[in-house]
């Protein structure tokens, strides 16, 4: 994959249109299991909603242009869990587009959100999604028979679930990713703390074990 020609980024004021244009698509609701026409006025408020939430809506950018989105909902920052949604908007991208915006997503999520697990959930007569999933290491660990009303027929769910650690392009932990700040609180390291190793990679403080 050519890492270098793909960018995620917060989503900005200037990018709704687009972005509402792509939700809703026929192609992308489709795939949705939430499928309804989002209005203006309830996009705007979503967009204004989700500055001040855990949730995090990501633009990703192909070679500079606009061409997708990646998005984390149910942060639990406690567990260290989240849900993921993804939706390539544009139709003329090259092959393998897709998977580098996963891939981007899913190490976004472990490096700079403290996430340890992300969980996802598909239709289950979506092939694509199902093999997408499978392609970026995760694997399957439910299935809701007719779990959602779509098109007047209820449909079955597949649920996904991705650890870091099972993670394989994504750096493995090492002993110096538990090193504690002396000069920050421990408030401020709550995140580390979290998300720390205790028989693996134990938390240090210089040279000392704590």
């Known amino acids: 994959m050519e890492i270098e020609k793909g960018k995620l980024r917060e989503i900005r004021e200037q990018d709704l249109e687009n972005i509402l244009s792509w939700r809703n698509s026929e192609r992308i609701r489709n795939s949705m299991i939430g499928d309804h026409l989002i209005s203006w006025e309830e996009h705007r408020r979503w967009f204004e909603r989700q500055k001040g939430s855990n949730d995090k809506y990501l633009l990703f950018e192909y070679k500079g242009k606009a061409a ?21 908007g ?11 915006m996963g891939y981007m997503g899913i190490c976004h999520a472990f490096t700079y959100m403290n996430i340890r697990k992300i969980c996802s959930q598909a239709l289950a007569r979506n092939n694509a999604s199902l093999n997408y999933h ?13 779990q959602v009303l779509k098109q007047d027929r209820y449909e079955d769910i597949v649920i996904f679930g991705l650890l ?28 580390l703390l ?3 190793d205790n028989e693996g990679y134990p938390a240090f403080l210089g040279k000392n074990i704590l």
């Open 194 to 196: 979290r998300v720390i």
């Open 134 to 146: 499978l392609k970026l290491g995760f694997k399957q660990e439910g299935y809701l028979d007719k």
């Open 68 to 88: 997708g989105m990646v998005y984390f909902t149910a942060v639990d920052n406690f567990h260290g869990t989240c849900w993921w949604g993804f939706y390539l």
């Open 90 to 100: 544009e139709n003329d991208l090259p092959p393998k587009t897709g998977l580098l």
């Open 164 to 191: 870091a650690h099972n993670c394989s392009y994504y750096p493995s932990r090492t002993p110096e990713d538990s090193r504690l700040n002396p000069d920050k609180s421990i408030r401020e390291q709550f995140n």
